[in-house]
């Protein structure tokens, strides 16, 4: 079957299209990763974002709506006013918006915004074996693990925690997060760095799930959260491998693909 082009600077004006197209477009070897989203595409422009859960948008017919985001963060330097978006329409059930944000374009490139799809993307990822140090072959891929203290790392693969953080924040050609103070962030890289440290042979990991094509690697966001831009040099030379991969939003297809490995700058 053949790979559906990535669409780049021009894939706001692509078709929408279907789950059901998305699956019969979609790559099936393990070496081309790829998450169908789950409902149609529709397409439309942004107008503001209020109350942090909720958007507003035009849609391409010119119908005015309010959409839902899961994004909790700032979005800094997403949302600017008139941006193509994508959402996915969830008829039915008990939603109170059908439409759910997941991609816009500020400038010339798509960047996913749905966190909640940002593990399913990297389990894919991870799956299929493209993240370079995190071989699918040396163990099951575990989920939510328990570390303790209250504490949960996103994966375990093998003997190998693995936790994602998803970034949409791009400075020049640079990706960068967090994108605000994150306790959370912090806690979590310190998580790992005692793992190493506590556990002769033990392994750690950090991928940043990077939701936009356009940079060529990823660094701490120093001047937002100095924090956690220190800790994540201290996971270096602790031995915590440090991985980023962007991710590729794939209009045609209808779903989000793997773009390639960048370096971490720590």
């Not at 995190?134 to 190998?160: K, N």
């Amino acid at each position: 079957m053949t790979t559906p082009p990535r669409r780049r600077a021009n894939a706001p004006h692509a078709a929408a299209t279907t789950p059901r197209d998305a699956a019969r477009a979609a790559p099936t070897t393990t070496t081309t990763p790829f998450v169908a989203f789950d409902a149609p595409l529709v397409r439309g422009r942004f107008v503001r974002r209020y109350k942090r859960f909720f958007v507003d948008v035009v849609l391409d017919d010119g119908t005015p709506a309010t959409a839902h985001t899961a994004n909790t963060g700032t979005m800094a330097g997403l949302l600017v006013e008139g941006a193509p978006v994508l959402l996915t329409r969830h008829d039915g059930g008990r939603r109170a918006l059908p439409l759910e944000l997941e991609a816009i374009c500020p400038a010339e490139a798509w960047v996913a915004c749905n966190t909640i799809r940002a593990n399913r993307v990297a389990a894919a990822f991870l799956q299929a074996g493209v993240v370079d140090g995190l071989d699918p072959s040396s163990g099951p891929l575990s989920r939510e693990v328990d570390v303790g203290d209250g504490s949960r790392i996103d994966f375990a693969l093998g003997d190998t925690l693995i936790e994602v953080k998803s970034v949409t924040l791009r400075e020049g050609a640079r990706a960068l997060f967090p994108d605000a103070v994150s306790a959370r962030g912090q806690r979590h890289l310190q998580v790992l760095c005692d793992h190493v440290a506590q556990k002769p042979g033990a392994r750690a990991a950090l991928l940043f799930l990077v939701q936009r094509e356009d940079v060529d690697d990823v660094a701490a966001a120093a001047a937002i959260d100095p924090a956690y831009a220190r800790l994540l040099g201290t996971a270096a030379r602790a031995g915590v491998l440090l991985r980023a991969a962007r991710v590729s939003v794939d209009v045609d297809a209808g779903g989000l693909g793997f773009a390639g490995l960048v370096p971490v700058r720590a």
